[in-house]
Nanobody
Framework: QVQLVESGGGLVQPGESLKLSCTRS????????MGWFRQAPGKEREFVAA????????KYADSVKGRFTISRVNARNTMYLQMNSLQPEDTAVYCC???????????????WGQGTQVTVTS
């Protein structure tokens, strides 16, 4: 199956930045839409951002729009999440995901990574 592995999480102060990476491996054919979700302790999993197969169309949650940037380099099988102006409310486990279709439709992802911890102190 497809494997997704996140990296780049860590511990930062408010206002600082992190860049997460998600690399994919295993059986794949065409590229499809991918995205990021996060889950804070005791809270529901939350959509963060998604992008189309070619990275040309993006979608952001209102809570991160203007601060986070999603991108991908398909030749490297890698997706990124640049996280600027981090706040304590951004503290969560961040998971990358791959969707079934070329464009993001709002449907649940097909594949998930294991997650990487992002902690923003206060």
């Amino acid at each position: 199956q497809v494997q997704l592995v996140e990296s780049g999480g860590g511990l930062v102060q408010p206002g600082e930045s992190l860049k997460l990476s998600c690399t994919r491996s295993g059986r794949t054919t065409e590229q499809t839409a991918m995205g990021w979700f996060r889950q804070a302790p005791g809270k529901e999993r939350e959509f963060v951002a998604a992008l189309s197969w070619d990275g040309e169309n993006t979608k952001y949650a209102d809570s991160v729009k203007g601060r986070f940037t999603i991108s991908r380099v398909n030749a490297r099988n890698t997706m990124y999440l640049q996280m600027n102006s981090l706040q304590p409310e951004d503290t969560a486990v961040y998971c990358c995901a791959q969707y079934r279709w070329l464009l993001y439709t709002g449907a649940p992802p097909e594949f998930w990574g294991q997650g990487t911890q992002v902690t923003v102190t206060s």
